[in-house]
């Protein structure tokens, strides 16, 4: 275990973190417009007393949804430098299987705020919204990294060794 978290911290690990964190904050922001359009849209802002949320619970769902098709074009090019295809069924399985969680944390802040809270304004949404999104990085990386796209990485590298060779 210590072995593994080490290696989150090694000079190209960190690199493709900042660069997870990079396309995190791209997403976030196609994430947060998405989230406060439908939000407009469908109307978001209730007390409990009109019952379930459905509104922000679909802007939730919807933003994310599209903003997990942008993390995944944009990681899987962009940090990970995958350009050859893939197990590409695996890979969108697991890719979306990590989001779904992500998804439902976010779901759980936002809506558990607006639980124990609510009803919430569109400012503390969006903060709620913030910290979930800030609460997930980390494992969303790791799950990136070694589910995802590790396959394609290992066969990346062993093709760039095959070549120098």
């Known amino acids: 275990m ?21 396309v995190g904050v791209v997403n976030t922001i196609v994430s947060f417009t998405l989230f406060n359009v439908f939000l ?7 007390t409990v007393d009109e019952g ?6 679909w802007s939730i769902a919807l933003s994310f949804l599209i903003a997990t098709f942008v993390s995944y074009v944009l990681n899987r090019r962009w940090t990970f430098r995958l ?3 893939g197990e590409t069924r695996r890979e969108t399985a697991n890719f979306v299987a990590i989001n779904v969680v992500a998804w ?3 779901q759980g802040v936002v809506g558990g705020a607006d639980w124990l809270w609510g009803p919430l304004t569109r400012l503390e949404q969006n903060f709620f919204y913030l ?5 997930i990085i980390i494992p969303k990386f790791a799950g990136y990294r070694d589910i995802v796209f590790r396959r394609a990485i290992d066969a990346q590298e062993e093709n760039e060794k095959v070549a120098t060779n």
């Open 2 to 22: 210590k072995k593994y978290v080490k290696s989150l911290f090694t000079p190209e690990a960190m690199v493709q973190l900042v660069k997870v964190g990079l």
């Open 40 to 46: 407009i849209v469908l109307g978001g802002t209730k």
């Open 52 to 57: 379930f949320n459905w509104e922000q619970f």
């Open 83 to 85: 350009s050859e295809p």
């Open 104 to 106: 439902a944390v976010t």
């Open 131 to 135: 910290l979930a999104a800030a609460l």
